[in-house]
């Protein structure tokens, strides 16, 4: 069986992509050069990136999902504030801050890490910095046009409506020539008090 390219996530309401598409085409006119810009319908809160598993180990992934989900109820984020990694001299990538009830989402995010961890999956090393990815610089991209491409987006500003977060998905990532396709293999709802 081929392996599945997978990460866990949460989707983002239809009208928060409709304003990150308005958000992109106004970034877009400056015509930076050498960005790769994410699809709007792509974009999406990722929480842990799983690379390749067996499509054996779904059921599995999607319990430790079930197990961090559980004592959490459903909370709400907002996506505000606009910025770069890792940091606006040597942009490499724009994204979208996240803020809210960010002590839940981290919580959330920790049990998540640590039951995968019992199933063989390395955590982060990095602290979770929750974010929507807007672009990445391609790596050809100048120094002078990665700082440019950072004053770009610091000159910007950006909020938008609230995400509620109910469930977390488990995301299949086919890698395509136009760009990556996402589909949903599992969720798990938030079940807290």
């Known amino acids: 069986m081929e392996p599945v390219r997978s990460f866990i996530a949460i989707e983002l309401p239809d009208e928060l992509k ?10 877009k006119r400056d015509e930076p050069p050498g960005v790769k810009w994410v699809s709007p319908e792509s974009i999406h809160l990722t ?22 989900a559980q004592g959490i109820a459903p909370f709400r984020l907002r996506a505000s504030g606009l910025g770069v990694f890792p940091n606006l001299k040597r942009a490499q990538v724009a994204w979208v801050g996240i803020n809210g009830e960010v002590d839940r989402l981290s919580r959330l995010q920790k049990q998540l890490e640590s039951n995968l961890a019992r199933l063989g999956f390395t955590p982060e090393s990095r602290a979770f910095t929750p974010h929507l990815t807007l672009a990445r610089l ?38 395509t020539r136009s760009g990556a396709i996402y589909s949903r293999l599992s969720s798990a709802r938030l079940e807290g008090k």
């Open 138 to 175: 391609k790596n050809y991209a100048s120094p002078d046009e990665r700082q440019s491409f950072g004053r770009l987006i610091a000159s910007r500003e950006f909020t938008a409506g609230n995400i509620e977060v109910v469930a977390i998905n488990l995301m299949k990532s086919q890698l």
């Open 18 to 27: 409709l304003r990150l598409t308005q958000l992109e085409t106004e970034l």
């Open 47 to 68: 929480l842990k990136f799983l690379g390749n598993i067996d499509a054996g180990r779904i059921e599995a992934i999607t319990r430790a999902m079930e197990e961090s």
